[in-house]
C-alpha cells in the first residue's frame, strides 16, 4: 500500500489530472481495480441521506460510492458498498432486496411528441442468490411516473463480487439505451433491507442529497419532477476515458454555469478579460455587447479567495452593476433572480469577509479564451468566518442578534421568561405572510475535525408571547470537515409542544453514529402559528433556542504509566501501512517512505535520497497555509505500550510552524499526545515523549508548514522495554514462603479518583494482614481504571520471590472486573525492573511467583481494572531458608578478638534500620498499626 500510496501522492491536488486508460484496459468484472478506476473520482454517498430511515430516531448507516466514465459508444459505472448485498430467490428486487437504481434525464428527450419533466429512463441491478438481475425501463409517461421494461435491458451488462460486508460491481450501459450523446442527469439510489426476504425495513438513498426542509423531499423525487439543482449533470467528455478529467462539483455546492454570459435563470463567474476590470467591460468583449448584469446577485471575490463587495440591488436604472469591479487576481460571481428562491436566498447570505472555496474553474484558461464558455461540473461553496455557532440564515426574513449564547455551555434549562439569561430570540420579520416559512440555518463549528457522537438541542418556547418551536417540530442535520460543502446526516423530530400558557426549555439529543465533523449545521423552517383572525401574525413570530452542542465520541486509546525512557528501545512503525497525506505535490519527487527503516546519512539531499517533501506550493506559486500534512501510521497489533514518536528532519531546507502528534483506536477521533520541536538546521532527530504509555492502532502525525518546505525520511513509534530485574540467586532448596510486606509503608499514584465514603483510602491499610477475601464491602476503592502502589521494604531485600494484590470486581457494585497487574523492583524508587505479570485471578489474589530471587527495596504494583481499582491488601514474599534440625550444631564458643573493643546495647540488638521517613522501622510499625498511616500522590501529566 505504501509504494503505491507514494505514488499515487505525486499527482494529488494537480488539476487536471490525467488518466491515461483506455477501454481496452478494462474487464468487466466487478473488481473495479481497472485504471478507469481514478482513485479520486469516487463519489461518496454517506450514511443519513436515506428517503425512508428504518425509523424516526434511528438513520440506517449503510453507504456507498459510485464513479462513472465514458468511452464513445458505453457509459461504465462502478459501484462499492460497506455491506453485503441481502435477499432470497423469492423475496428480491426493488422493495424487496439489495437494489441499485441509476435514473437519467437528457434534455430535450421525449416520448411521442410530449418532452419529459420527470425521467428517461432506470437502470436497475439487483442482488439475487441465484443470478443478479439487469432491467432497464423506459418511462413512457413523460410528465407522470410509468415505467416499462425494455427487452434484454437494452445491451446493459454487469458484473458484481459479494464480499463479507462489502458488494462490488460494474455496470457497463450502451449510450444509445439510454439515448444519451453529449451529457446527461443522473440520480443513483440504492436500497436494502436489514435481513435477506425481509421487506419492511427497505429504505433508498439518494445522491445527491435533497437540499429542502421537507425531509423526506419526495416533491422533489425524480418520478415527481426531474430536479436539475440536484441531480448530477455528468459531461461525457468530462469523463471520457483516455483525457483529462474534470472531478465531480461536490454535492451541496453551488452550480456555476458559465463564464461571463449574459443569460437568465443562471449563475455566471467572471474574471478580468485582457486588462478589462469592470464586468461591463469584460461582457462587452465575451458576449459582444456590454451588459449592465441588473438583475443579478453579485459577489466581489479577492485573489485569497475572501469576499470583498456585494451589489444586490435588482432592476434599472438601481440595479445597473455594468461598473462593478472585478477585483486584481479574483473574481465575481453572479446569480440571476430568476433561479430557484432556494438558490438566490442562500446566495444572498452571502457577506463581505465570507471565504469561497471553488470547483473545476480554470480562471487562467478562461480568461486566456477572451469568450463566454459553458463550465461542465463547476461550482463553488462558501463558509462565515468565526467560532462557536454561525448564522447562515436569509438575513432578510430572519433576524437573530447574537449567537454567542448557542455556544457558551448553558443550557438554561429553568428558562421561564425570553428574557432569562440563556434564551436567544431568532424573529421571523415576515410573519403576516402566511406564504412564506422562512429557513434559519446556524452552523455549530467545532473548532477542528471531531468525532461527532450526538448532537444536543435546546430550544425554548413561550406560546403567549409568540415564540414557537420548528414547524412540524422537524430540524434537519447536515455535516461538513471544511465548512464548505456539507452532507446531509438526516430530519429528526424535536421535543415539546408549544401550548397556551405554558413556557419552557425542551432538550433533543440526536445520535450522529460515524460522523467526523468540524461543523455541524441545523436547519429548520417556522411553521404557521395557532392564532386565528383577527390576528395578522399568521407564521410564529419566534422562535428560540438556549445551546446547540455536540458530545464527542471517545478515541477509545488506552492510557497506562509513564514511559521509562531508560529501558530498551523498539520501533513499532518499521514497515507498516501509512496514508492520509493533504499536500500539494508539484515539487520533485524524492524516494521517502516514512517507515521503511531507511534514513539519510550525512547531508545528503539528491532527488534519490530517502526524503519525503512536504510541499505545499499553490496553485499559481503561492503558498497555501491552509494545507497541513497529516501522515497517519497504521501499527495493527503492534500498538501497545507505546511511549513517543521520532522524526528524522531537515529544518535547513525549511522549518514547521508545528508538528502535532496524535492516536487513536478508531482511526476516526483523535487525542493529540504530543508536540514535537526541532532545534536548530542541521538534520536531525526530533521527538517526544508521551506523559503516559497508550495503548492504539494508529498514530498521527501532523505538520504545518512555517515556509514551502518540511523534510522528514523517517517516523518512528516507539515502545520502551524495561529491562528485567536480575536475579539475585536461586531459590534455596528448603524454603518457606515469608510475608515481609505487613507494615510497610507505600505511596498510592493515581490521577484523581479519591473517595470521600466509607471506602475511602484513610479506612483501608493495605499492608496490615487484613485481607477482605473478595468482599465488596470492605477495602477502599478509587475511581480511576489504573493506579500504582509503590511499597518501601525499608531496606534493600535479596530474597524477594513472591509478589500479590487482592484487585476484586463486583459487577451488582458497579464494579469492573480486574485486568491484571504488573510487579517491578527498585533500589532507588526511581529506577524499575520488570519482575511480572499476572492475568490469573486465584483465591481472590494476583499473583506472580518466580523461580528465582530478586532484589530491591521498593516494590511497585500496576494495578489496571476495567472500572475501579478496589482492593485491601498487597504482599510481598521472601524465600526464608528452612534449615534441617537434624544436622549436628557447632555450640563451641566463638573466640572473641580482645584487641578490638566490643559494644554492647541494652536490648543486645542491633540498630533498628530507618525508612523513607527517617524514623526506625520499629517505631514506624507502632504508628502504622494505630494510623494505618499512607502517602498518596496524584501523576504528573
Known sequence: MKKALALMLALMMILPLMIVANAADFALDGKLDDNIWFDRGWYQVGAGDWEKP?????????????????????????????????????????????????????????????????????????????????????????????????????????????????????????????????????????????????????????????????????????????????????????????????????????????????????????????????????????????????????????????????????????????????????????????????????????????????YNVDLTALSAAKTKAVTPNAGFAFRKPGTGVINYSDGENISISATTKLSDGQKASDAVAFSNAGVQLIMNKKPTDATINPSVNLALNLGSIKRVDKLVLNFYHEYNSMIGLPKDNKVM????????????????????????????????????????????????????????????????????????????????????????????????????????????????????????????????????????????????????????????????????????????????????????????????????????????????????????????????VSVVNKGMFFMVSEIEVLTYELPDAASTGDLPANYEASLISVGKPYEIISDGGERDDGYKIDNVVLTDGLKHGGATGSGFGLSVTYAEFILDLGEKRTDLFKFAADLIGDASWGIGDPIGINVLVSDNGENFFYVGSSTTLADNFFTVELDNMVGGRYVKFECEVASHVWLSEIEVYAAEEIVDESEPVDESEPIVDESEPVVESEDESETPPTGEFGAPIVALLLVLSISGFVVIKRRKV
Open 477 to 700: 442535520v447536515y455535516y461538513s470537515t471544511d465548512g464548505f460543502e456539507y452532507r446531509r446526516h438526516g430530519s429528526y423530530t424535536i421535543n415539546g409542544t408549544a401550548a397556551a400558557d405554558t413556557t419552557g426549555v425542551v432538550e433533543t439529543v440526536i445520535d450522529l453514529p460515524d460522523v467526523s465533523a468540524q461543523y455541524i449545521k441545523v436547519s429548520y423552517d417556522i411553521g404557521a402559528s395557532p392564532f386565528a383572525a383577527p390576528e395578522t401574525k399568521v407564521v410564529w413570530e419566534f422562535t428560540a433556542m438556549t445551546e446547540i452542542g455536540v458530545v464527542e465520541r471517545a478515541s477509545e486509546v488506552t492510557y497506562g504509566a509513564a514511559p521509562i525512557t531508560d529501558g530498551e528501545t523498539t520501533n513499532v512503525a518499521l514497515n507498516k501501512d501509512w496514508f492520509g497525506i493533504d499536500y500539494n505535490r508539484k515539487a520533485a519527487v524524492y524516494s521517502g517512505d516514512f517507515t521503511d527503516g531507511v534514513v539519510v546519512e550525512g547531508n545528503d539531499f539528491s532527488y534519490g535520497a530517502p526524503w519525503f517533501a512536504f510541499y505545499r506550493n499553490g496553485e499559481y506559486g503561492n503558498i497555501d497555509y491552509s494545507k497541513k500534512g497529516d501522515v497517519i501510521i497504521d501499527l495493527g497489533e503492534n500498538g501497545k505500550n507505546i511511549g513517543g514518536v521520532r522524526l528524522q528532519a531537515a529544518p535547513s531546507i525549511g522549518e514547521a510552524e508545528s508538528i502535532k502528534v496524535y492516536a487513536s483506536n478508531n482511526a476516526s477521533a483523535w487525542d493529540e499526545v504530543g508536540t514535537i520541536t526541532t532545534s536548530g538546521t542541521g538534520i536531525q532527530w526530533a521527538g517526544v515523549d508521551f506523559a503516559k504509555t497508550i495503548d492504539a492502532r494508529y498514530i498521527k
Open 54 to 358: 428504518v425509523s424516526a430516531d434511528k438513520p440506517r448507516n449503510e453507504a456507498f460510492d459510485i464513479q462513472y466514465r465514458s468511452d464513445a459508444e458505453f457509459l461504465y459505472v462502478g459501484v462499492k458498498t460497506n455491506f453485503a448485498p441481502k435477499a432470497t430467490d423469492d423475496v428480491s428486487g426493488n422493495g424487496n432486496g439489495t437494489t441499485f437504481r441509476l435514473w437519467t434525464f437528457v434534455d430535450g428527450n421525449s416520448y411521442g411528441e410530449v418532452a419529459y419533466t420527470t425521467y428517461n429512463y432506470i437502470v436497475e441491478y439487483y442482488y439475487k442468490p441465484s443470478g443478479n438481475v439487469i432491467r432497464l425501463l423506459e418511462n413512457r409517461a413523460p410528465t407522470a411516473n410509468t415505467a416499462s421494461v425494455i427487452d434484454n435491458a437494452g445491451g446493459i451488462e454487469a458484473k458484481d463480487v459479494v464480499g463479507e460486508n462489502s458488494w462490488t460491481f460494474e455496470l457497463k450501459i450502451p449510450l444509445t439505451a439510454i439515448k444519451a450523446t453529449t451529457s446527461l442527469r443522473t440520480y443513483a439510489s440504492l436500497g436494502t433491507p436489514t435481513v435477506a426476504g425481509d421487506k419492511s425495513d427497505f429504505s433508498t438513498l439518494w445522491f445527491p442529497f435533497f437540499g429542502d426542509n421537507e425531509f423526506p423531499g419526495l416533491a422533489d423525487a425524480p418520478y415527481k419532477r426531474y430536479n436539475k439543482e440536484k441531480s448530477l449533470l455528468l459531461d461525457l467528455a468530462s469523463i471520457k476515458m483516455g483525457s483529462p478529467l474534470v472531478m465531480p462539483r461536490p454535492a451541496g455546492t453551488f452550480e456555476i454555469t458559465n463564464f461571463a454570459d449574459y443569460i437568465g435563470g443562471t449563475t455566471t463567474i467572471m474574471s478580468r478579460v485582457d486588462g478589462k476590470t469592470t464586468i461591463g467591460e469584460v461582457s462587452e468583449i465575451t458576449v459582444g455587447a456590454a451588459k449592465d448584469y441588473n438583475y443579478f446577485y453579485l459577489v466581489a471575490v479577492g485573489a485569497d479567495g475572501k469576499v470583498t463587495a456585494i451589489n444586490h440591488t435588482l432592476n434599472r436604472p438601481a440595479g445597473n452593476k455594468d461598473s462593478f469591479v472585478i477585483p486584481e487576481g479574483g473574481y465575481v460571481l453572479l446569480a440571476n433572480a430568476n433561479l430557484p428562491a432556494a438558490v438566490t436566498s442562500s446566495f444572498k447570505t452571502i457577506a463581505v469577509g465570507d471565504e469561497v472555496k471553488l
